[in-house]
């Protein structure tokens, strides 16, 4: 009996990545009610045990930074600071709990259930996308995006006007192209803990990927496969055992890279042109940043953000932007040099993780933990329900699998 309530209860899981960007309810003006908004209350289904002192260090770290921020943060619309501390709030409470819980152990016979709702999830999102984009090309614009647009948390209308002009980006499910990408390689991602090799998935998440149009999903899968490579093919046990197996693949590698070029040299040129995606993401914030850890003022305080970045006047397609697209920059924003200092402790982890990985990266290890600091490019709503659960969620299943390592 046992067995089978664990089995339902993480198959929520795989249906929460189809449903995460639906909206139910709304409360307030900027927090909407999703599926994962009770994630909190489906993570007591899985408690084994629970490590209160973990759980109140999380806490306590996030309540200081909530305290720095108030403290020291120039306000510019109070209105908004309970709703979006709010929202700080609760992604803390979630990965602390995630951090601090000890999962009840899916059982090896369960796996197969757990995959095959996976692969039916990850096979819809992706056939979806295929939908829209055939739809897209046949008629230059897209009634499934616009039909689908009216249930999501946020409005996806920027997507609808790139593709009046002549741009072809699918949104499945989601809101935007990149949140649709991280769903994917998040999705993946918990796949490969299960320690099996899984070619046509990685295929059709790449298709996925590609039909997003997110440059920053292209290139994480990109970096998440050469590096499997290494590890895989450069240990010193390995490297000799499997060289033609390991230049093979890596020839297969350099033609894909060679048939992504075009696009990867047009989003990289993007860069320089103000107005593009790819330029209010990355370059144009800079302004912002350097701001930030450079002047006492440049800290804002929750709530204020929208009117902040405003006031640098940096163009979003025809528009004066209003928000930030890139989570790292916004916690730069939000704690200044603490969120340089967090981010750099955090990739020396992962480079001293990778430096033991030769030959053992079983489970994706080391693209796991690489995942957290490469999702912050993705989108900038990085403290809202829906992003953290994809951040967690992998982790979820590797704490369940007893992968301690």
């Known amino acids: 009996m046992s067995r089978s309530i664990r089995v339902c209860s993480y198959l929520l899981l795989p249906l929460f990545y189809l449903l995460v960007n639906v909206k139910l309810a709304q409360l307030g003006e900027s927090f909407p009610i999703t599926v994962v908004t009770f994630l909190p209350l489906v993570l007591l289904l899985f ?3 629970i490590s209160v002192k973990k759980l109140m260090i999380a806490l306590g770290f996030g309540a200081g930074l909530i305290l ?3 403290l020291f943060g120039q306000s510019l619309d109070a209105s908004k600071y309970i709703t979006s501390t709010m929202l700080f709030v609760y992604a803390v409470i979630i990965i602390g709990m995630v951090w601090s819980i000890r999962f009840k152990t899916i059982s090896p016979h369960n796996y197969r259930n757990i995959l095959r709702f996976f692969w039916l999830v990850i096979g819809l999102m992706v056939s979806l996308a295929a939908v829209e984009m055939a739809q897209i090309i046949a008629t230059g614009s897209s009634s499934i995006i616009a039909g689908i647009a009216k249930y999501l948390i946020y409005s ?3 997507v609808l006007d790139f593709i009046k002009f002549g741009g072809k980006r699918t949104t499945a499910l989601y809101f935007e192209p990149a949140f649709f ?3 994917l390689i998040s999705s993946w991602l918990c796949i490969k803990q299960f320690s099996i090799k899984t070619p046509k998935m990685d295929v059709m998440v790449l298709i996925g990927v590609i039909l997003a149009g997110s440059f920053s999903g292209v290139m994480t899968f990109i970096c998440f496969y050469l590096l499997e490579w290494m590890f895989q093919y450069l240990g010193k046990d390995t490297i000799k055992k499997k060289l033609p197996l390991a230049l093979i693949s890596l020839a297969f590698f350099m033609v894909g890279v060679v048939i992504a070029f075009p696009y990867i040299s047009t989003r990289l040129g993007d860069l320089g042109t103000e107005g593009t995606s790819s330029y209010y993401r990355i370059v144009g914030p800079l302004v912002m940043v350097r701001y930030s850890l450079t002047h006492i003022d440049g800290v804002v305080r929750f709530g ?9 006047g940096i163009f979003n397609g025809a528009n004066v932007g209003k928000t930030i697209d890139n989570g790292l920059y916004l916690l730069v924003i939000y704690f200044s040099w603490f969120a340089v200092i967090l981010f750099l402790l955090c990739l020396w982890q992962i480079l001293k993780m990778m430096l033991n990985s030769f030959g053992d990266n079983r489970n994706f290890r080391v693209q796991l933990y690489l995942f957290t600091p490469l999702s912050l490019f993705f989108t900038g709503s990085i403290f809202s329900p829906e992003y953290t659960f994809l951040i967690v969620c992998p982790f979820i ?3 369940a699998l007893n992968i301690v390592r």
């Open 47 to 49: 408690v084994e045990r």
């Open 68 to 70: 720095f921020n108030f």
């Open 156 to 158: 996806n209308s920027y």
């Open 181 to 183: 990408a991280l769903v």
């Open 304 to 312: 204020s953000l929208y009117e902040y970045v405003a006031s640098f």
């Open 397 to 399: 299943f590797r704490k």
